[in-house]
């Protein structure tokens, strides 16, 4: 969909011109998954694809939301903002607009707006578009609620980083509070810090973080879509936390650490004996290597070793594979078929895992072939149809017009 024709829906729907446009992405993490609650880092980058919104105020004192992708609509009062129930999507909005209010006091919610969201990131693809929908929602908001202050956030790099980043904050504490996920930070940071033709090596825990040149000649990022939803529920999710906390405590009786990611690899061959629950080693020891295997991913990438960095992608999702346990047959039916074409540098799982999507970086000469082979074999193992796109890395959160 074009952004003239989102502006003739805007105006078909509320019989007005929309005042305002902005865009935030979707993310895709390269390598470094499930490092980020142990203390680790993540290498996402943003997407070309993800969420827009057109606004309008109105004199109604009412927030309406319209989407171009949901049926349902909602009009709330600005007296009355409060989660809304049965899962409402307006929650990953409403919740920024109320969070910016108890963050900084002197923000102000003065008149009542009409809403218009529209995403083109594929729904349960893993590719953050929940957190597009939160970052965009801030963007504009911080800007309507906190005159002048924005401009005056935007005017240098520093103090531009720190307040998309605190975008990025407010959309996670958004996920927290009015849609009951207790998400960490990447996906909120890859939308708001996002940066043409550049991944950000990121950690979590401290939030610095480096914008590292993509610099992919003749190489494409194909992701690929199981189109079985990204479904890593808390259960499965928090028993991974509890066994990564099983593994921190028996390791510190021997040494002393905080967060696994802590550990270097020559550490690791020393503690690993004090581990004695089977499944906390494994999961411990795929968050070690993958520590080691982003950071050297990032110096890879940043010496032009682009083939390197495909074999630590690969060996990423084994490792998710047979010590995380968080792929599933159909992720791991998309990557080992990619492993098979001829010009596939590496392709593993991104994301939480069981469903979503894989990332590969193929040679662009290879990519048809990639869509057709892989395609099939995964049909033919899981009965299912995958969609492949080629994609570019953009900018974060922006305002179009």
Request: net charge negative.
């Amino acid at each position: 969909m074009t952004t003239q024709e989102m502006n003739a829906a805007f105006e078909q729907a509320y019989g007005r011109k929309a005042e305002k446009m902005f865009f935030s992405p979707g993310r895709v993490n390269l390598i470094g998954e499930h490092t980020d609650y142990n203390g680790g880092c993540v290498f996402p980058c943003a997407l070309s694809f993800g969420a827009w919104l057109l606004m309008s105020k109105n004199e109604d004192g009412v927030l309406r939301f319209k989407s171009l992708n949901m049926e349902q609509t909602y009009s709330i009062p600005i007296s009355e903002i409060k989660p809304q129930a049965d899962r409402a999507w307006c929650n990953y909005a409403l919740g920024c607009i109320d969070i910016i209010a108890r963050r900084h006091p002197e923000a102000k919610l003065e008149s009542g707006y009409d809403l218009l969201y529209y995403g083109n990131v594929p729904a349960g693809a893993g590719l953050s578009s929940s957190a597009a929908m939160e970052v965009v929602t801030a963007r504009a908001f911080t800007e309507e609620m906190m005159k002048g202050l924005v401009d005056e956030w935007m005017s240098g790099p520093e103090s531009e980083k720190k307040y998309r980043t605190e975008l990025a904050l407010i959309g996670q504490a958004c996920e927290h509070e009015y849609a009951g996920v207790m998400c960490g930070v990447m996906d909120q940071f890859a939308s708001a810090q996002g940066k043409k033709d550049h991944a950000i090596y990121l950690n979590c825990d401290t939030l610095e973080f480096e914008h590292v040149p993509v610099k992919l000649e003749g190489i494409k990022v194909v992701i690929s879509n199981t189109h079985s939803p990204h479904h890593l529920d808390s259960g499965a999710y928090n028993d991974r936390v509890r066994q990564c906390h099983t593994a921190v405590e028996q390791i510190s009786k021997v040494k002393p650490i905080k967060f696994l990611a802590e550990l270097t690899e020559e550490d690791w061959a020393q503690v690993e004996s004090a581990i004695t629950d089977p499944i906390a080693k494994k999961r411990a020891r795929h968050v070690v290597g993958e520590v080691a295997r982003t950071a050297a991913a990032v110096e890879a990438l940043k010496k032009g070793e682009i083939a390197y960095f495909g074999e630590l992608m690969t060996a990423s999702h084994v490792s998710l594979r047979d010590d995380y346990e968080v792929t599933g047959p159909e992720l791991d039916a998309l990557a080992e078929a990619a492993w098979q074409v001829e010009g596939v540098l590496g392709s593993r799982m991104t994301g939480g895992g069981f469903g979503g999507c894989t990332v590969s970086l193929v040679k662009e000469e290879a990519i048809e072939h990639f869509k057709a082979f892989v395609g099939a074999e995964y049909e033919k193992k899981t009965g299912l149809k995958a969609d492949f796109y080629v994609a570019e890395i953009g900018d974060g959160v922006t305002r179009l017009a």
